[in-house]
């Protein structure tokens, strides 16, 4: 590999160069940083959150359906069974 600068990404480099955000920007940032949440905030994060944790349940369930083994079928009755187990220890 070559240590000499390429002089077509140098010019590019160079033509890239714009000026660093200034106070207004910052002050427009801060600003939407402090404004207060509503309703509308809490239910997008309730939603997002549900649909993660219903997604990973299904992920869970699905996953020993995609292994390729012969044992997919004990590993869902085994499952079964400490679902009945687990459900009638919570009655």
Known sequence: MSDE????????FAEANQPLP???FYARVIERLHQPY??????RAASASSR????????GIAA???LRSGHIGLMAVSGAALLIWATLQGA
């Open 22 to 24: 200034n106070a207004e």
């Open 52 to 59: 993660a944790v219903f997604s990973g349940l299904a992920m």
């Open 64 to 66: 020993p359906f995609r």
């Open 38 to 43: 509503g309703w509308s905030s809490l239910a």
């Open 5 to 12: 600068l390429d002089p077509e990404l140098s010019r590019l």
